[in-house]
């Protein structure tokens, strides 16, 4: 760690403002909350939240423009970071739009509910800025604590009690694991900083690798449980059902994706000349996710469940790209990070708005003659689960051929092909939900379907566009990645 620090200068603080500008945006959130009294509406929050997550996205551009490191070398500024802060801040501003409407129908509107939101984006930005295991830990710790509440923010609603609870107590749990892989590490190097640890391994022989490997093992529990990863993600279907759906959309897509961010720098970065010892953990990890995840989603009938075995099979599917250790994994795995959070949240959105008040409308038939009644809330729903399965012209079709292009590459000829035909186990489940909305009969869930509100029109058109976009013209998305996964020194 550093042993002496010196007065933080204006351009420091200008590499941190996003983050200032979410912390004094949510806190004001609070204040006007406090200022309204309980019995005033309360229903211009969800715009000042916009609004402030619109202007970090603007502060996160600027600061990128300057990259360099900020407060002792504790945060990097770089345009790895910039690429993940403003992908997270873009999750933000979905999930504010699919939450307006939801909040207004089960009577939960709060300004509470954008602060937390926003104070855990804080979090993930300061994940992807990390250049410090503490760091790494307190921004971790941001992001959570603030999704933990969010899980539980209906509490007369006993499905958000029981998902909170069990996220709270398993994330703390997996938590532990990865503080102490921090405290093991700082021991053997006498360092948190990324860089210090680094050299210490490319030069140091003195240390025991089996203490080195039982430290990253550590880390790796605590990153594993964060994206969804086997052996640790059997909290997930429990978590994303119970608890409420623009929340579910929220935290399966920024945290998820900060998480990976920093996973990615840290053992790329931190670990990478050890890779040959975490490399097969990773190979193996990769493919348990994709298998659990996918063989899993086969029977599920409850939509959210189903999306949530769907949404491990993806992580898996990232775990793939590390698992080639190269700039062209790094990349790969920021180009599908990048993909599959438009059509995350493009799904969510939806599903948001056809579970109706109290989330009656869950199952998978209850989407049936969907074509029928609204048939462009079917056509979104269609394109984001055609870009899900990997079908040409999508962004996840050249997510996953760079990914597994990443894994040939690397000489992971078994692992990519096993990726594949994951890849195809998916296509059933994701069909399936196209063939109820297209060749079933309409029933009541559907006849009495409302029109979609503005925001979640505004959040599932935005995210259709990338889809498409990033599907027909890639290269747009591929060559900001690859430039920014070189990380700073």
């Avoid at 009294?37 to 600027?62: E, K, Q, S, W």
């Avoid at 990390?130 to 921004?139: S, T």
Wanted: charged residues 10%; hydrophobic residues 55%.
């Amino acid at each position: 760690m550093p042993t002496s620090f010196a007065f933080p200068t204006t351009a420091e603080y200008i590499r941190f403002l996003p983050e200032t500008i979410l912390i004094v945006v949510g806190t004001l959130i609070m204040i006007l909350e406090g200022l309204a009294g309980p019995d005033r509406r309360r229903g211009n929050m969800h715009t000042l939240a916009f609004l402030g997550i619109a202007v970090a996205m603007l502060a996160a551009c600027y600061a990128g423009m300057d990259p360099g490191p900020a407060f002792n070398n504790f945060l990097i500024i770089d345009g790895y970071g910039t690429f993940f802060r403003l992908l997270v801040l873009a999750v933000g501003l979905l999930s504010v739009l699919c939450s307006s409407a939801y909040l207004d129908r089960e009577n939960a509107d709060s300004g509470e509910f954008y602060a937390l939101m926003l104070f855990s984006l804080v979090g993930q930005c300061i994940l992807a800025t990390a250049n410090e295991l503490i760091m790494v830990f307190i921004g971790l710790e941001i992001s959570s604590i603030a999704t933990y509440v969010l899980a539980a923010f209906l509490r007369d609603d006993k499905r958000n009690n029981e998902s909170a609870i069990k996220y709270f107590l398993l994330g703390s749990f997996a938590t532990a694991f990865l503080l102490y892989g921090v405290a093991w590490i700082y021991g053997m190097t006498g360092s948190t900083n990324l860089d210090s640890i680094r050299q210490f391994l490319a030069t140091n022989t003195t240390v025991e690798p089996w203490v080195i490997a039982a430290a990253v093992s550590l880390l790796f529990v605590g990153f594993a449980f964060k994206v969804s990863a086997a052996p640790f993600q059997a909290w997930t279907p429990d978590v994303y059902q119970g608890a409420p759906a623009p929340v579910t959309a929220f935290m399966s897509s920024g945290p998820k994706a900060a998480a990976f961010a920093v996973f990615i720098r840290v053992f790329m970065s931190a670990f990478g000349s050890m890779s040959d010892r975490w490399e097969p953990l990773i190979w193996i990890s990769a493919l348990a996710t994709m298998v659990i995840g996918n063989f899993a989603a086969l029977t599920q009938t409850n939509l959210k469940r189903l999306l949530a075995y769907s949404s491990i099979a993806h992580a898996g599917y990232v775990l793939v790209a590390i698992a080639a250790h190269s700039q062209v994994g790094t990349a790969a795995a920021m180009f599908y990070l990048a993909s599959y959070v438009f059509m995350n949240l493009g799904v969510f959105a939806i599903v948001t708005h056809f579970t109706r008040k109290g989330e009656r409308y869950v199952q998978v038939n209850d989407l049936a003659g969907l074509s029928q009644r609204q048939p462009i809330t079917a056509a979104l729903l269609t394109v984001f689960l055609l870009s899900l399965i990997g079908v040409p012209l999508t962004s996840g079709f050249f997510g996953k051929f760079y990914v597994f292009k990443a894994a040939i590459d690397a000489n992971l000829i078994w692992l990519s092909v096993l990726g594949l035909l994951n890849s195809a186990v998916a296509a059933y489940y994701y069909l399936r939900i196209i063939v109820v909305m297209y060749f079933h009969e309409p029933g009541h869930s559907t006849e009495t379907l409302p029109e979609l509100s503005t925001g979640i029109q505004v959040a599932s058109l935005a995210s259709a566009v990338a889809v498409v976009v990033l599907g027909v013209m890639p290269s747009i998305l591929l060559r900001v990645a690859t430039a920014s996964s070189v990380f700073a020194r």
